[in-house]
């Protein structure tokens, strides 16, 4: 069972960029695929993104496609979503989960079983 934990969200204005970090503890994220979630208030968790364990494969949502990029280190655990030109309907709670196969990139949660408590992403207009 692996833990999460995101850190890096915060306020910012239309158009900034920011980064994410989920740091993984328990096991390697080598044996997992990794994803990235958002959830905005009355509305349903949305695929961001995600990273195969094998190969690094990514995939991306659609309306984060060519803004969002999603990369792991495998040596110290992480995986990172750097965001560029965010917009205000960026904002929500990002949630990165965990799951497996590894070698496939999971785009519903429930591909993953592990889930972190989510960092608040703020974009201003």
């Known amino acids: 069972h692996v833990q999460l934990v995101e850190s890096g969200g915060g306020l910012v204005q239309a158009g900034d960029s920011l980064r994410l970090s989920c740091a993984a503890s328990?096991?390697?994220?080598?044996?997992?695929?990794m994803g990235w979630f958002r959830q905005a208030p009355g509305k349903e968790r949305e695929f961001v993104g995600g990273?195969?364990?094998?190969?690094?494969?990514?995939r991306y949502g659609d309306s984060v496609k060519g803004r969002f990029t999603i990369s792991r280190d495998n040596a110290k655990n992480r995986v990172y979503l750097q965001m560029d030109s965010l917009k205000p309907e960026d904002t929500a709670v990002y949630y990165c989960a965990a799951g497996e196969p590894p070698w496939t990139v999971a785009t519903t949660t429930g591909g993953y079983a592990s889930w972190g408590q989510g960092t608040q992403v703020t974009v201003s207009s």
């Open positions: 328990g096991r390697t994220i080598s044996n997992y695929c």
């Open positions: 990273i195969s364990g094998a190969y690094a494969v990514t």
